[in-house]
């Protein structure tokens, strides 16, 4: 008898399945019964890959090779782990007794494409049926195997999929290579990538347009009158407000806001010592709970609370899931549950109800039995291929620290949800003083409902203000007036980037597009992260602790694109004008050439825009810096910085770095600028390193690296310096040097000591402070952006080593649960280092940090 293969999304989703079904034995990565062979992918597998004779990795990025359009497409594993888990599911497509194939990848457009694309590089002919699961739980997955799909009510949607790829791919690809073709021009070395993309580039248009604002943003000043009441039962503060304040397209008009000073003044003087009456309105209000989690919001959360990254907070819900399986699936969109999940969130409680922190607030909820159904978290409507982030049933183990923190989170909102709403007494007070109004606000918490849950009383919360009697008067001891000035936009952290990103279908005016993007956004909660993390690697935007800026790179781009008239990707109407024609492909009203027709015309016309575009050397911004050759005025265009009276020049781009014209006037000023990075050497790696404009003119990297005008000749001027501390190694003075701290008696012709340590070390940047602490002390603070020559971001401390070099210590791993004691060979602990991916400990290994790593190593760490 045949048996049919189930091919699941991801592990934990195959695992599922095979405890609903049961009678399952497992052999390694699947599971085989007398009727089934389960297996699962584990995500996407497959990537597109054009045909050996249209790769564009084969050509050079020139227009001569553009567009690229392939008849068909390949694909192609994208790594070697997918590779390994291919191979095991093509040996059970191909299994003779394996007589047809039940697809049970996740419900939505995504998991088709993941199953379509291994069905395609299967090349099987094997019948196919569909398992379309809304929930997880055991008997709605045995309901779904008994009313299986057939494949073809399944077509419509797996076009759609496809299409969304190819496109993506398609405009990716051939915006990338025009962009870079045509800003070669400007690069010094002539190779300067510029990626493009239909949701990378709508979210640094994002960015930079918040930033322009903020560039031409011109402070105005207003004044507030704030004053001090008086009454019987206390004292009370108020702010003058226009009771006939109409709203303006001026955003900065508020009805508090005063534009004159002398007006300010004559406020506050003619109530100063007067007497006030009183009227006030009080009223309940309620607030609920925030929703129950998805990926963009406990992205967003985690960066507010933590300072978390997108990234790391993918990277630990992912964690949480797969390793502690504690959390449920994180790549979600949706923010409620099934509607049949009441029993498995009463079970959750149960477990939470042994948890030390959690325990009075699940005791709580199940007493009062306010599990109930309830469409604001349970909605089959708001399900889409997976449900809101909850924790399981599990108890947590072995979390450390930023796990925890996490864990905590979405444990917290899942108690929150389900306990009533916080209940208020909100008081409004006006008080008139001669014609003039104050307004003051007072709340009452009377009754904390889920605010409890993060440990909120009714006395934290509550803004009480004292009783005034009727008709009572209230004194004005104190009435001033107090200047202000308008505060420019804030820039975009990631919190408020992927709010932005979840909501940019409002930029959209066209009424279908904007409605087809309602419930997308751009990119998914699966790749924002990955989108931000892009944009930061090709130097399109710097992290500047919370705040992310875009760089000069991200302004010409938009500036280039604008100029061609290639103004549909730089906006979300792209990807509305796309999710509207893929929702009419998914119903059957459009066909998949129709719409991979359009796309071809599409890309078509992106590179000819491209192509044949101009962009004049007009100067639009001036240096701040005069010529160093001749004094002159030096400005900036598209390609260069230009001096206006002589011929220097300076191209924008140096490897893969364009200059911003701070950094063009630092360096004209002081002949010297750095450590920075962003900079990518032929081989695409990317490194750090301070620049020298010489007596020539030109530029020249200094990777801290010993310097022959220095050392041979006449010793550098520290006369008007700091020292940063004591040498370890002779006990003289260090000072920061060009890209380096360097020993007083290491410079100079006379040099009788050799201590040099750069400014930047594997991508960190050393700063004054941290040198200062690790002369003084032996060692800096924890520093968390190193990169490994395989291009992976570690911690680590600086240390002193007792032969005056510098070194690294790294953090010492909190212990798990301890094992029973066995023998250790040194080779054991090796292999269990890599298996965790963790730096040898500080007291095994010490690596050298740039104190004595020789010229050329000193630039392959870089």
């Not at 000043?221 to 004292?235: I, S």
């Not at 690790?774 to 190193?786: I, N």
Request: net charge positive; proline share 6%.
């Amino acid at each position: 008898m045949g048996k049919q293969l189930i091919i699941a999304e991801k592990p934990s989703v195959a695992a599922d399945i095979a405890r609903a079904l049961g009678g399952f034995t497992r052999h390694g990565d699947y599971y085989e019964n007398d009727r089934y062979v389960l297996c699962s992918a584990v995500g996407h597998l497959l990537e597109l890959q054009a045909p050996e004779e249209h790769d564009p990795r084969s050509g050079r990025w020139t227009f001569r090779h553009l567009p690229v359009i392939p008849p068909q497409f390949d694909l192609a594993p994208i790594d070697d782990k997918s590779g390994s888990r291919l191979s095991l599911l093509l040996r059970l497509i191909k299994r003779k007794d394996v007589t047809g194939i039940i697809n049970a990848c996740d419900a939505g457009r995504e998991g088709e494409l993941i199953f379509r694309y291994i069905a395609q590089y299967s090349r099987t002919a094997k019948p196919i049926e569909r398992l379309w699961l809304q929930s997880m739980m055991p008997a709605a997955i045995r309901e779904g195997f008994a009313s299986l799909r057939p494949n073809k009510e399944l077509l419509a949607l797996a076009d759609a999929a496809r299409c969304r790829s190819e496109a993506d791919w398609l405009v990716g690809i051939n915006g990338t290579r025009a962009m870079t073709a045509f800003n070669n021009r400007i690069s010094e070395s002539g190779f300067y990538k510029t990626t493009v993309g239909r949701v990378q580039t709508p979210t640094l248009a994002i960015l930079v347009e918040r930033e322009e604002r903020i560039r031409s943003f011109r402070a105005r000043d207003y004044w507030e009158v704030h004053t001090r009441f008086t009454a019987k039962a206390g004292e009370y503060a108020g702010r003058w407000f226009d009771p006939q304040f109409k709203k303006e397209d001026d955003t900065e008009r508020k009805p508090e806001r005063l534009w004159s000073a002398t007006q300010a003044e004559a406020v506050a003087a003619a109530c100063r010592g007067k007497t006030g009456t009183v009227s006030e309105e009080t009223k309940p209000s309620s607030q609920l709970s925030p929703l129950l989690f998805d990926l963009t919001s406990l992205q967003r959360e985690a960066n507010g609370r933590f300072g978390f990254s997108a990234k790391t907070t993918l990277s630990l819900a992912q964690a949480l899931y797969e390793r502690h399986k504690v959390l449920t699936y994180p790549r979600t969109d949706s923010r409620a549950l099934p509607e049949d999940y009441l029993g498995t969130v009463k079970k959750a409680m149960d477990m939470l109800s042994g948890a030390r922190d959690y325990a009075p607030h699940a005791k709580s909820i199940l007493k009062n039995g306010w599990v109930k159904p309830n469409k604001r978290v349970f909605d089959n409507a708001k399900v889409s291929d997976h449900f809101a982030i909850i924790p399981t049933l599990l108890s947590p183990k072995h979390l450390h620290e930023a796990e925890h923190k996490l864990y905590d989170l979405v444990v917290r909102r899942f108690l929150a949800v389900f306990h009533p709403a916080a209940e208020y007494l909100q008081t409004t007070r006006i008080t008139t003083v001669g014609g003039h109004h104050f307004k003051t606000d007072g709340r009452i918490l009377q009754n904390p409902g889920w605010l409890r849950v993060y440990g909120k009383s009714a006395q934290d919360e509550s803004e009480n203000l004292p009783a005034v009697a009727a008709d009572e008067k209230v004194g004005v001891p104190e009435a001033n007036a107090v200047a202000n000035q308008t505060k420019p936009p804030a820039r975009y952290t990631e919190a408020t980037l992927l709010s932005a990103m979840e909501g940019a279908g409002k930029l959209v005016e066209d009424d279908e597009l904007r409605a087809a993007m309602e419930a997308k956004g751009l990119g998914t909660p699966a790749t924002r992260a990955a989108i931000i993390e892009g944009l930061i690697y090709e130097d399109y935007m710097h992290r500047n602790n919370k705040e992310l800026v875009p760089t000069p790179k991200a302004f010409s781009l938009l500036f280039a694109l604008k100029h061609f008239g290639v103004t549909e990707i730089t906006s979300p109407e792209l990807t509305g004008d796309w999710e509207y024609k893929l929702k009419l492909m998914e119903s059957g009203r459009l066909r998949r050439g129709e719409f991979m027709d359009h796309i071809e015309q599409v890309t078509r016309d992106l590179v000819d825009r491209i192509k044949d575009g101009d962009i004049p050397d007009t100067a639009y911004a001036t240096v701040e810096a005069p010529c160093p050759k001749c004094g002159g005025v030096v400005q900036e265009n598209y390609r260069k910085f230009q001096c206006q009276s002589c011929d220097l020049s300076l191209w924008k781009v140096t490897a893969g770095r364009e200059w911003a014209p701070e950094e063009i006037a630092e360096l004209i000023t002081k002949r010297f600028v750095g450590p920075l990075t962003g900079f990518r050497s032929r081989m695409g790696r990317p490194f750090a390193a301070g620049v020298r404009l010489t007596d020539e003119h030109r530029l020249e990297f200094d990777f801290g690296q010993a310097r022959s005008a220095d050392e041979t000749g006449n010793a550098p001027d520290f006369s008007g310096q700091e020292s940063v501390g004591a040498c370890p190694k002779c006990g003289a003075r260090v000072f920061g040097h060009g890209a380096a701290y360097v020993c007083e008696k290491a410079v100079g012709p006379a040099r009788s000591c050799d201590f040099r340590s750069g400014k930047m070390i594997l991508q960190q940047p050393i700063e004054h402070m941290q040198m200062q602490k690790l002369l003084a002390t032996g060692r800096s603070d924890l520093l968390s952006r190193f990169v490994s020559k395989k291009g992976r971001q570690f911690k680590a401390y600086l240390v002193k080593t007792p032969v005056g070099r510098i070194g690294f210590e790294f953090e010492a791993r909190t212990p798990r649960a301890t094992p029973a004691p066995r023998p250790a060979t040194a080779a054991a602990s090796t292999i269990r280092r890599q298996r965790d991916n963790a730096p040898p400990p500080a007291a095994t290994k010490r690596a050298k940090a740039g104190a004595k790593l020789p010229t050329k190593a000193r630039r392959k760490a870089a």
